[in-house]
């Protein structure tokens, strides 16, 4: 726009010198034809990052990477104030010859000079139009890549019987048969009238809901139906026009333990009772993964028996595990890695929930729902997914914000099914901190979800780890539950490299691993969440280190440390005990 504004002066001043006929009064109808090509033109150069691009790309920070909308958006500036420079160069130079040309007495609107003018301003719209046009098709991403809607319904599933079950495999499955078909029958309606009208449309069942692709009049429909509860925005990110680079680390491999896991005492686990968490699934739900890292490509379940039931990219769907922003390989190097992780022996699976950096409702209960019930990659959820292959622990380092289009209860049912089923599942408490009463974008905010903030190699809270308690609700509930590492943590990127990075997202992980070397010392515990829970509270680490000046930051459980740092000696210690 600055680059824009010489030239609306130069344009500006060509028309001025436009003779106007003798006959012509001053009025709209004679300022018309010089105002006109000047608004056309400014109209045209607001509207493309209007029409081509979503403003929730330009509201989050992408990333800069090659590819990525940021990058693209400084490139597209760069050759666009180019091209106005120029434009600007050609309007100087018709205005020096329109000055310069003699014009006889009494020469009206319709000379020479005058038509020169008019065929030079209207080829430089036509050329700008034109150039523009083909750099959408060109650089761009071509097509209508509208939102969508996520409609939640008003009857959700009822399994408040399903933890009696005593056989494990038995209650996940008739959890998820009771979860279906709750979604067939309160969904019929509405699908059958979306199939009328061939609108797209993706049912879910850990949610009673559905992702619909429509517009105002859908919506308005929507909401007059009596079973919908409500519905949410759920936003989609215009793909990108070509693959985005891979991210790698600065380091191409690791010497001793890393601190984090000595903090923790997992090596004395491994050490003195040799439990590293063999039998247990992790459901991995992130940016991906590179399955072949050396540090885990052994402990993917579908290395002997194929990616079906194991790997899920509802993003770009790949075949296999890939990572391209390195973020997930990352967190699941924390949980799994052979020399990184805390359960280096566990298993894991992996859907891709959020590749580039914004999510929505649908996705992350896409890969919920997989985490639970796998099922193959071109099969249905529905009728497909099969929870006896499902994962024990949930590893969630994501939240999901209103920009993404979710409110305070998008996940809690689904998070209540996955507790009832007998999953565990950690939630990473958010990066918003040291701001009070941060912690308030799920699902670490729910009460089934096992909170975890972040703390430094010193035993210090992290400045940016968010604080409870969650003010999504009235219960009074504090979060986080406990701390772990999240700073500089040294774990597996892409491109069989490694790397330090810092966040809640790096603290949960190792919560994930704890819980699945208890599991593993101790399988009379899965599926047992709240016995779990309360070892997990019982055996932390007292802490002893600054706090925030928040409300309830210095009791127990604490806003800020709620019960203290995750121990997991002591933890599978006690897990053991509960054995014998």
Same mark, same amino acid.
């Given at each position: ?15 001025? =010198? ?12 004679? $300022?018309?034809?010089?105002?006109? #090509?000047?608004?056309? $033109? ?19 920070? =992408? ?17 666009? &104030? ?13 205005? %020096? ?32 139009? &034109? ?21 939640? =319904?008003?009857?959700? %599933? ?18 998820? %048969? ?62 990108? #026009? ?48 590179? *399955?072949?890292?050396?540090?885990? &490509? ?18 770009? +769907?790949?075949?296999? @595990?890939?990572?391209?922003?390195? +973020? ?39 890969? $919920?729902?997989?985490?639970?019930? @796998? ?46 089923? *007998? ?18 974008? @799920? ?32 219960? *009074? ?21 490694? *790397? &330090?990075?810092?966040? !809640?997202? $790096? ?23 709240? !016995? ?9 680490? #007292? ?38």
């Amino acid at each position: 726009l600055p680059f824009l504004g010489g030239l609306v002066v130069s344009l500006a001043s060509i028309l001025s =010198l436009s003779p106007s006929s003798a006959a012509e009064q001053p009025g709209w109808k004679s $300022m018309l034809p010089k105002i006109l #090509p000047i608004g056309v $033109m400014i109209g045209l150069v607001m509207s493309y990052p209007l029409v081509f691009f979503d403003p929730d790309e330009l509201v989050l920070v =992408l990333g800069d990477s090659a590819g990525e909308v940021l990058a693209q958006g400084f490139q597209g500036a760069f050759f666009t &104030a180019l091209i106005i420079i120029f434009f600007t160069f050609i309007a100087l130079l018709v205005r %020096a010859l329109s000055k310069s040309s003699p014009r006889a007495p009494g020469e009206q609107n319709q000379s020479p000079r005058r038509t020169w003018l008019g065929a030079s301003l209207a080829l430089l719209l036509v050329f700008g139009f &034109a150039w523009g046009l083909l750099a959408y098709l060109n650089r761009s991403q071509p097509g209508f890549h509208g939102d969508r809607y996520f409609v939640v =319904l008003k009857e959700q %599933a009822d399994l408040t019987d399903i933890p009696q079950i005593a056989d494990y495999n038995e209650r996940r499955r008739q959890a998820y %048969a009771r979860l279906v078909a709750q979604a067939d029958q309160s969904q019929a309606a509405i699908r059958q009238t979306l199939d009328r009208f061939s609108i797209d449309y993706t049912p879910y069942y850990l949610v009673n809901g559905l992702d619909v692709e429509g517009n105002v009049l859908v919506k308005l429909w929507l909401f007059t139906r009596p079973e919908v509860d409500r519905i949410l925005e759920n936003p989609i990110l215009r793909p990108l #026009p070509g693959s985005l680079s891979t991210q790698g680390g600065a380091l191409n491999g690791l010497t001793g333990t890393p601190w984090n896991l000595t903090l923790i005492q997992a090596d004395r686990v491994w050490e003195e009772f040799g439990v590293r968490g063999k039998g247990i699934v992790i459901g991995q739900s992130d940016s991906g993964v590179q *399955g072949d890292h050396p540090q885990l &490509a052994d402990s993917y379940r579908g290395r002997a028996e194929g990616d079906d039931y194991n790997w899920l990219d509802p993003w770009n +769907h790949t075949a296999a @595990p890939v990572d391209i922003g390195g +973020h997930g390989t990352h967190t699941l190097g924390t949980i799994v890695g052979n020399t990184t992780g805390v359960a280096p022996d566990a298993e894991w699976i992996s859907c891709v929930n959020l590749a580039r950096n914004l999510g929505n409702p649908a996705l992350y209960l896409t890969c $919920m729902q997989f985490s639970f019930a @796998p099922y193959p990659q071109t099969g249905d959820p529905l009728h497909d997914g099969d929870p006896r292959r499902g994962a024990h622990v949930l590893n969630n380092s994501w939240g999901c914000p209103e920009i993404e289009g979710c409110d305070a209860e998008t996940f809690h049912p689904a998070v209540s099914a996955l507790r009832a089923a *007998g999953v565990f599942v950690v939630g990473s408490a958010g990066n918003d901190g040291p701001k009070c009463g941060s912690l308030n974008v @799920p699902p670490p905010t729910y009460a089934e979800v096992f909170a975890v903030g972040a703390i430094d190699d010193t035993g210090d809270l992290a400045y940016f780890s968010s604080i409870g308690s969650t003010s999504l609700d009235q219960s *009074g509930l504090v979060k986080p539950d406990l701390v772990a590492p999240g700073v500089q943590v040294l774990s597996s990127l892409p491109k069989d490299s490694y *790397g &330090a990075f810092s966040g !809640t997202s $790096m603290a949960g992980p190792h919560v994930v691993g704890v819980v699945a070397l208890m599991w593993s010392a101790n399988p009379s515990l899965i599926g047992d969440i709240q !016995t779990t829970e309360q070892i997990l509270i019982d055996s932390a680490k #007292p802490y002893r280190g600054a706090l925030p000046d928040c409300p309830g930051a210095d009791q127990l459980p604490s806003t800020a440390t709620g019960y203290g740092i995750v121990n997991a000696y002591r933890a599978v210690q006690m897990a053991i005990e509960r054995g014998n």
